[in-house]
């Protein structure tokens, strides 16, 4: 069973507009959660990460919401660029014998068109 | 460049084989992880070695086999292999202590069991 769920495999979005990718969660055990960005031929790269003591946390272009109480998580992306053009991974953390592995979800493929 | 380097990047090989993967974490990251993408999944953990120690084990098959060496490398022995084991294989790296949730991937293997 899949505790980390991207439901959309792929959101394509004009340049300049908003990108909003989801993800939910089934483990409320979870309390860490990171987005990671994927190119072709490359490994993910880690993007933002919230705690669940938050709501929500922006960098730059980037803001991951967290709303606990239905478990689910959102990416915005604001303006998007072509170049944010790649593979969206959620993945959600919480204490498992003290390692806090991250379980990842199936990636979304977000395209931004010129 | 996220700093961790992977050796091959491609491997094909024939059912029934063996072959290692090798991983470099970065400089001064104790934690080495191992994944597994096969196409339209996301990451499944394999195995987390901190330090030379085994710390944490996921879906990892028993025909599997990793270790980390004192020098913090890491390979990853797959073996009778099958077709089903074609999938990329990424090594992440995390700094000191274990709640490490940023993980620094490398660029991956591509294994093909033919």
């Known amino acids: 069973d899949q505790q980390v769920k991207q439901n959309s495999p792929s959101l394509s979005v004009q340049e300049g507009r908003i990108s909003i990718l989801n993800c939910d969660y089934t483990n409320s055990m979870f309390d860490y959660f990171l987005w990671y960005k994927k190119y072709p031929a490359e490994g993910p790269t880690f993007l933002i990460s919230?705690?669940?003591?938050?709501d929500k946390n922006e960098d730059g272009r980037f803001t991951v919401f967290l709303n606990k109480s239905a478990k689910h998580l959102s990416l915005h992306i604001v303006p998007s660029q072509p170049g944010d053009s790649a593979v969206y991974f959620c993945?959600?953390?919480?204490?498992?014998?003290?390692?806090?592995?991250?379980?990842f979800g199936r990636g979304t493929s977000l395209i931004v068109h010129p | 460049d996220s700093g961790v380097t992977q050796t091959p990047k491609h491997l094909i090989t024939a059912t029934g084989q063996r072959v290692t993967l090798r991983c470099s974490p970065r400089?001064?990251?104790?934690?080495v992880y191992w994944y597994q993408q096969s196409l339209d999944q996301g990451l499944q953990f394999l195995i987390q070695?901190?330090?030379?120690?085994?710390?944490a084990k996921g879906n990892i098959l028993e025909r599997f086999s990793a270790q980390q060496f004192p020098d913090l490398h890491s390979e990853l022995n797959l073996s009778s292999l099958e077709l089903g084991d074609s999938a990329l294989y990424f090594c992440?790296?995390?700094?000191?202590?274990?709640?490490?949730?940023?993980?620094?991937f490398g660029p991956g293997t591509r294994l093909t069991v033919t």
């Open positions: 993945a959600a953390s919480g204490a498992s014998g003290g390692s806090y592995i991250p379980t």
């Open positions: 992440a790296s995390s700094g000191p202590g274990t709640r490490s949730y940023e993980q620094y």
């Open positions: 400089s001064g990251d104790l934690s």
């Open positions: 919230i705690s669940s003591i938050k």
């Open positions: 070695y901190y330090n030379g120690e085994e710390r």
